[in-house]
């Protein structure tokens, strides 16, 4: 039976994984700034094209008598979940164009972790 306590004399139980990756660096050749452009994209378009524009063009075209879509009944008037969803799609179409600004400003090239030697 083994002795935890004393040493093993085969040799270290734990290899450290510092320097010994398990996988070799390598350049992927990707651009980091098409993660920001196609995050931005998709917020912008479901944000102010879907939760914005369709929203308000629901309401709008609802009139005075209202409709139902899917099961759901549309008024004129904006309820609680309509500027809820108004105020998250303007919120979400922002975010999308601060990361199209993020695309833009970074450089080109790889994606490269700050402090990590390739």
Not at 34 to 57: E, R, S
Not at 81 to 97: E, P
């Amino acid at each position: 039976m083994r002795n935890p306590f004393t040493e093993n004399a085969g040799g270290p139980l734990v290899v450290d994984l510092q320097e010994t990756p398990a996988v070799p660096p390598m350049d992927p050749g990707g651009d980091e700034r098409v993660g920001y452009f196609l995050g931005g994209a998709i917020l912008i378009g479901f944000g102010w094209g879907v939760a914005v524009a369709l929203n308000l063009l629901l309401h709008y075209l609802a009139g005075s008598g209202g409709m139902t879509v899917d099961g759901h009944q549309i008024t004129s008037t904006l309820g609680s979940f309509a500027w809820a969803t108004f105020a998250f799609g303007l919120f979400s179409g922002a975010f999308g164009v601060v990361l199209v600004a993020l695309g833009r400003s970074s450089p080109r090239g790889p994606l490269v972790l700050p402090g990590y030697d390739y």
